[in-house]
C-alpha cells in the first residue's frame, strides 16, 4: 500500500499543466485536497517560451517580431486537514491565469516619433508640438495577474466516496501598454488596475478505490465577476480632444480636400469622429468575469508499481471579454475606421473558443524511494488572440517527472514539459473574431520546470 501511495502522490506533482490555452497557467488540479489523511505541499513552475513572429496581414510593414514573452512564475501551495473521518478540510493557493509580453525592435508594436495620427502628415510629434502635449514613446507591454485561494470542505460517507465544495477568492490586477503606429489612436493607451478581490465557488466529486489505486475525480469552479475601477491614459486622443488638436486637425484636413487627397464628406466625418471623443478626466468602473471550467482528474494501476494517469479540462473561454471603461467608449466612436468596420466598439481582448486540454501519463516505481513519469499533453487553444497578449493557438507537449521520498512522510519532486505552440495569426481587439490580423507566429516553443514538495503529518 505504501509503494502505491508514492507512485500515486508522484503522478499527481509531475503532470500538471505549466501552460494552457489563452491565460491559462496552473490547470486548478484538486489532487492535493484528494490526498489521505493530513497533507502538506508547495511548489513552484517556470516557464520559458519563445514566441516570435512576422509583421503580416493588415500591418503596413513586414518586419519581425523578437520573442516577446518574458519568463514566468507560478508558486503554489495547498493544505488538507482530515479532520475526522468523514470530514475534511482544505486549502489551495494558485495562479490560475497569467501573461506577461513586452515587444521590443524595430516593428510596428513600438512607438516612434513620426508614427501617423489619423491621416498622413500628421504625426505623434508634430501633434505633440501643436498640443503641448507629450510625444508617444515606448514598447506595447501586456501584463495580468489572477490569484486564487480556494477553501474546501468534503464529505466523505465511506473510503469510496468524496463529496467536497467550497468558496473561492480570486484576486486580479493588470497593466497595459499600447504603443506602436498599429494601434491607430490607441497608440499611447494605457491602462492600469490595482489588485481587487472577488469570490467565486466550487464543488464536485471523486471516487477511488484504494487496493487498486483507482481514482477518479470531476470538479466545477464557477466564473468570478470583478470590478476594476482603473486608471486610463490615452496620449493621443486627449492631445486631439483640445482645442488646439481640433483645431490643427481640421487646418490639415482643409489643406488635404484643397489639393485633392480627401473629398469635404471625408473631412467632415474625421472632424465629427474627433468632436465626439470623450473627455480626458472620464473614468468609470470596467466589469468582465473570469471563466468558468471543468476538471476531469483519474488515475488507475496497470500493475504492481505501475500507474496510469491523466486528466482532460474544458475553460469557457468563448464567453469571455475584457473591455476597459474609457477604451469601450472610444472604440464606440472610432470603431468606424477600424479594420474591419466596429460601429459598436470593440473590446480590448475577446476569445471565441472554449479551451479543451488532456494529459496522459504512466508513473512507474524504479525504487523504495525513487519514482519516474512520462506524459503526453495537448492544449486546443483559444482561437487566434490579440497581439497584445502573445497570440498562440494551443499547443502538444512531452513531459519527465521523478520523485524522491526519503521516507513515507515527505518527498521532494520535479518535472520538465516541453510545448510545441500552435501557430497563430495576431489580432487587434478590433479585428477579433475576422480574417483580419497584424502578425503570424510559427514554430514556437515553451520550455516549463516544476518543482514541489509534500509532506503527510
Known amino acids: 500500500m505504501k509503494k502505491k501511495t508514492l507512485v500515486i502522490v508522484m503522478a499527481s506533482i509531475c503532470t500538471s499543466p505549466l501552460y494552457a490555452a489563452a491565460f491559462d497557467r496552473s490547470g486548478q488540479s484538486i489532487s492535493a485536497f484528494l490526498q489521505p489523511g493530513n497533507y502538506f505541499e508547495g511548489g513552484i513552475k517556470v516557464l520559458d517560451t519563445s514566441l516570435e513572429g512576422q509583421e503580416a496581414g493588415t500591418n503596413p510593414t513586414r518586419n519581425s517580431i523578437s520573442d516577446i514573452i518574458n519568463s514566468a512564475y507560478n508558486p503554489s501551495a495547498a493544505l488538507k486537514l482530515q479532520l475526522t473521518p468523514q470530514f475534511s478540510f482544505g486549502f489551495i493557493y494558485d495562479q490560475p491565469y497569467a501573461s506577461d509580453s513586452e515587444y521590443t525592435g524595430n516593428n510596428s508594436f513600438v512607438a516612434k516619433p513620426n508614427d501617423t495620427v489619423l491621416v498622413p502628415g500628421i504625426n505623434s510629434t508634430t501633434l505633440a508640438e501643436k498640443t503641448g502635449g507629450e510625444v508617444v514613446t515606448g514598447n506595447t507591454k501586456a501584463s495580468f495577474d489572477m490569484q486564487s485561494f480556494s477553501f474546501i470542505g468534503g464529505y466523505q460517507p465511506n473510503k469510496y466516496w468524496n463529496l467536497y465544495a467550497g468558496p473561492v477568492y480570486q484576486t486580479f490586477k493588470s497593466n497595459v501598454n499600447l504603443r506602436g503606429q498599429v494601434f491607430g489612436l490607441y497608440n499611447g493607451y494605457d491602462f492600469e488596475a490595482k489588485e481587487v478581490g472577488d469570490w467565486g465557488w466550487l464543488a464536485g466529486f471523486a471516487y477511488q478505490i484504494p487496493e487498486k489505486a483507482i481514482k477518479a475525480s470531476l470538479t466545477y469552479r464557477s466564473s468570478i465577476h470583478h470590478e476594476v475601477k482603473a486608471n486610463e491614459k490615452l496620449s493621443l486622443v486627449d492631445m486631439l480632444s483640445t482645442q488646439q488638436g481640433r483645431d490643427f486637425l481640421d487646418e490639415h484636413l482643409a489643406y488635404m480636400v484643397s489639393i485633392g487627397q480627401m473629398?469635404?464628406?471625408?473631412?467632415?466625418?474625421?472632424?465629427?469622429?474627433?468632436?465626439?471623443?470623450?473627455?480626458?478626466?472620464?473614468?468609470?468602473?470596467?466589469?468582465?468575469k473570469s471563466p468558468e471550467s471543468v476538471n476531469l482528474e483519474f488515475q488507475t494501476g496497470l500493475r504492481k508499481g505501475t500507474l496510469l494517469f491523466g486528466n482532460l479540462r474544458w475553460v469557457h473561454w468563448s464567453d469571455f471579454e475584457f473591455k476597459p471603461y474609457r477604451f469601450g467608449e472610444i472604440s464606440e466612436v472610432v470603431g468606424a475606421l477600424s479594420t474591419p468596420s466596429r460601429p459598436n466598439g470593440f473590446n480590448l481582448v475577446r476569445y471565441y473558443d472554449d479551451q479543451w486540454s488532456a494529459n496522459l501519463g504512466i508513473g512507474q516505481r524504479l525504487s523504495d524511494k525513487?519514482?519516474?513519469?512520462?506524459?503526453?499533453?495537448?492544449?486546443?487553444?483559444?482561437?487566434?488572440?490579440?497581439?497584445?497578449?502573445?497570440?498562440n493557438k494551443g499547443y502538444y507537449s512531452v513531459g519527465l517527472g521523478a520523485q524522491y521520498s526519503p521516507t513515507t512522510k515527505y518527498f521532494i519532486s520535479g518535472g520538465l514539459k516541453y510545448l510545441w505552440l500552435g501557430d497563430a495569426k495576431g489580432q487587434l481587439g478590433a479585428q477579433a473574431g475576422s480574417e483580419y490580423y497584424v502578425g503570424e507566429y510559427k514554430n514556437n516553443y515553451s520550455i516549463g520546470y516544476g518543482l514541489k514538495i509534500g509532506y503527510k503529518f
Open 263 to 288: 473629398t469635404e464628406a471625408s473631412r467632415a466625418a474625421l472632424n465629427h469622429v474627433v468632436a465626439n471623443l470623450p473627455d480626458a478626466g472620464k473614468s468609470g468602473t470596467t466589469k468582465f
Open 370 to 391: 525513487w519514482s519516474g513519469s512520462v506524459s503526453i499533453g495537448w492544449d486546443s487553444g483559444a482561437g487566434e488572440r490579440v497581439s497584445t497578449g502573445g497570440p
